[in-house]
């Protein structure tokens, strides 16, 4: 069997696979080839995986947007893009690359550390040194790519960039301001170009990248990666969400567009949207709430609890601050988590739905911290009676929504009257509900001055 430095491996591994014996081939091959062929990427990459050759409009294109379902081989591609950026065989040789994501975890733990990461395709010659504190990798020829967070946009005013990578636009909450001053920045080189890797929600910015004609545009969906997903997954979640508006999105990788019949659109909550903080809001409101929508079960497989944090200001206006809903939490750890969000945000009240739990949720919070001051309801009306009200603040333009909250606004844009597309319960948008209603439907919404 030829060595690793044979030039004419490739060429013969892809003679075999096209003759239907490549199981023989890959199984004589030797330790260094197998190593060889791991980081061999124009042989072992799919073709949605390589850099298109031009726009959607002709030419050369400026972003490469790949849209893809979970576990589609996004990230792979995105560092594979990268590492031949470094070493010049995908255009011009790039020496200063952008690294962004929605938080500087995410630039860690996904594009730099993760299992598809940049430091995880590089064989042991060719790999960078990570420097965690200064968020930096650097290559040994002396090409360097920097980490950067959506959640500061200010960060990206300065520096300048050959190349970018942004990982999972659609997440980002300040996704228009950082993608502006990322612009900027790409000023270096013959051909400064970025590539985006996300699973497509039809906000604003994506929508605009896809009718650009100097974008590049990919689709993968998660089956076509099946060989490196786990068999369990595949049964599982695939199973269950194929064919349901919310598999398309998250595994087919399709840009799902409004319900027709849904309370609220996408349009709506992009119109809704400001840039505020939600540290800096909490100043200018006069009330804030935590409520809760806690599951019947702590069970995986059943129904998230939904917590969702909003406030008023002395205008009437209602702004929703945060969305911390979470699956498989256990009635201590949610718990945890509300009272965690009512002290970060110097909240007034916990409100928390008791037709799942009755006293059981009061004694829980209490146990936590009994000072939390928590206020009972019990739904009387089905879902879509208790949220069309707030639907109606929504058109009146008198709710807000502090950022961006994508799995919230997925539901709320998929709700209609028979519930969500996939018929699951719709868990954030109840505490959601509960939340607005507290504070500019319900009896005790008159706002008051809040003592911070």
Same mark, same amino acid.
């Given at each position: 069997?030829?060595?690793?430095?044979?030039?004419?491996?490739?060429?013969?591994l892809s003679a075999c696979w096209q003759a239907g014996k490549l199981p023989e081939a890959?199984?004589?091959?030797?330790?260094?080839?197998?190593?060889?062929?791991?980081?061999?990427?124009?042989?072992?990459?799919?073709?949605?995986?390589?850099?298109?050759?031009?726009?959607?409009?002709?030419?050369?294109?400026?972003?490469?947007?790949?849209?893809?379902?979970?576990?589609?081989?996004?990230?792979?591609?995105?560092?594979?893009?990268?590492?031949?950026?470094?070493?010049?065989?995908?255009?011009?040789?790039?020496?200063?690359?952008?690294?962004?994501?929605?938080?500087?975890?995410?630039?860690?733990?996904?594009?730099?550390?993760?299992?598809?990461?940049?430091?995880?395709?590089?064989?042991?010659?060719?790999?960078?040194?990570?420097?965690?504190?200064?968020?930096?990798?650097?290559?040994?020829?002396?090409?360097?790519?920097?980490?950067?967070?959506?959640?500061?946009?200010?960060?990206?005013?300065?520096?300048?960039?050959?190349?970018?990578?942004?990982?999972?636009?659609?997440?980002?909450?300040?996704?228009?301001?950082?993608?502006?001053?990322?612009?900027?920045?790409?000023?270096?080189?013959?051909?400064?170009?970025?590539?985006?890797?996300?699973?497509?929600?039809?906000?604003?910015?994506?929508?605009?990248?896809?009718?650009?004609? *100097?974008? !590049?545009? #990919? %689709?993968? $969906?998660?089956? =076509?990666? +099946?060989?490196? &997903?786990?068999?369990?997954?595949? @049964?599982?979640?695939?199973? *269950?969400? !194929?064919? #349901? %508006?919310? $598999?398309?999105? =998250?595994? +087919?990788?399709? &840009?799902?567009?409004?319900?027709? @019949?849904?309370?609220?659109? *996408?349009? !709506?909550?992009?119109?809704?949207?400001?840039?505020?903080?939600?540290?800096?809001?909490?100043?200018?409101?006069?009330?804030?709430?935590?409520?809760?929508?806690?599951?019947?079960?702590?069970?995986?497989?059943?129904?998230?609890?939904?917590?969702?944090?909003?406030?008023?200001?002395?205008?009437?206006?209602?702004?929703?601050?945060?969305?911390?809903?979470?699956?498989?939490?256990?009635?201590?750890?949610?718990?945890?988590?509300?009272?965690?969000?009512?002290?970060?945000?110097?909240?007034?009240?916990?409100?928390?739905?008791?037709?799942?739990?009755?006293?059981?949720?009061?004694?829980?919070?209490?146990?936590?911290?009994?000072?939390?001051?928590?206020?009972?309801?019990?739904?009387?009306?089905?879902?879509?009676?208790?949220a069309e009200p707030v639907a109606a603040l929504y058109e009146q333009g008198r709710v807000?929504?502090?950022?961006?909250?994508?799995?919230?606004?997925?539901?709320?844009?998929?709700?209609?009257?028979?519930?969500?597309?996939?018929?699951?319960?719709?868990?954030?948008?109840?505490?959601?509900?509960?939340?607005?209603?507290?504070?500019?439907?319900?009896?005790?919404?008159?706002?008051?001055?809040?003592?911070?």
């Amino acid at each position: 069997m030829p060595t690793p430095s044979d030039a004419s491996l490739a060429q013969r591994l892809s003679a075999c696979w096209q003759a239907g014996k490549l199981p023989e081939a890959l199984a004589a091959l030797d330790p260094a080839a197998c190593r060889w062929l791991l980081h061999h990427w124009p042989l072992i990459g799919r073709p949605a995986q390589h850099p298109p050759e031009q726009a959607q409009g002709g030419g050369d294109w400026l972003t490469w947007l790949v849209l893809g379902g979970r576990g589609a081989g996004k990230t792979r591609a995105g560092a594979e893009w990268v590492r031949a950026l470094i070493h010049g065989r995908a255009g011009p040789r790039a020496g200063r690359i952008a690294l962004v994501a929605e938080t500087f975890n995410d630039v860690r733990e996904v594009m730099v550390e993760g299992v598809s990461g940049l430091l995880a395709i590089h064989p042991r010659a060719e790999r960078p040194v990570w420097e965690p504190t200064r968020r930096r990798l650097e290559w040994p020829n002396g090409a360097v790519a920097q980490g950067f967070s959506a959640e500061d946009p200010e960060a990206l005013r300065g520096p300048q960039f050959d190349a970018a990578w942004c990982d999972e636009l659609a997440k980002w909450r300040h996704a228009q301001a950082s993608f502006d001053m990322l612009q900027f920045g790409l000023r270096l080189g013959a051909r400064p170009r970025q590539m985006v890797t996300t699973t497509p929600r039809p906000s604003a910015l994506i929508r605009a990248l896809l009718a650009d004609p *100097r974008s !590049a545009i #990919t %689709r993968m $969906g998660t089956a =076509e990666n +099946a060989a490196h &997903l786990a068999p369990s997954f595949l @049964d599982t979640v695939v199973g *269950r969400y !194929a064919g #349901t %508006r919310l $598999g398309r999105q =998250e595994l +087919a990788g399709e &840009l799902i567009e409004d319900r027709p @019949d849904a309370l609220w659109n *996408r349009a !709506a909550l992009e119109a809704a949207r400001e840039e505020m903080a939600p540290e800096l809001m909490r100043e200018k409101l006069v009330r804030i709430v935590v409520a809760v929508d806690p599951p019947a079960s702590s069970r995986r497989t059943a129904d998230a609890c939904g917590l969702v944090a909003a406030g008023i200001d002395r205008d009437g206006l209602v702004h929703v601050l945060a969305d911390e809903s979470a699956q498989g939490l256990t009635p201590t750890a949610w718990g945890a988590r509300a009272v965690g969000l009512f002290h970060r945000l110097s909240a007034d009240r916990v409100v928390v739905e008791i037709n799942q739990g009755g006293e059981m949720v009061r004694t829980i919070l209490a146990g936590i911290d009994p000072a939390v001051p928590v206020r009972e309801v019990r739904a009387t009306r089905g879902k879509w009676l208790r949220a069309e009200p707030v639907a109606a603040l929504y058109e009146q333009g008198r709710v807000r929504h502090a950022g961006v909250f994508p799995a919230l606004e997925d539901e709320m844009c998929d709700f209609a009257p028979e519930g969500l597309s996939n018929g699951r319960s719709p868990d954030r948008l109840d505490a959601l509900v509960w939340a607005v209603t507290a504070l500019a439907l319900g009896p005790q919404s008159a706002p008051r001055v809040r003592r911070v």
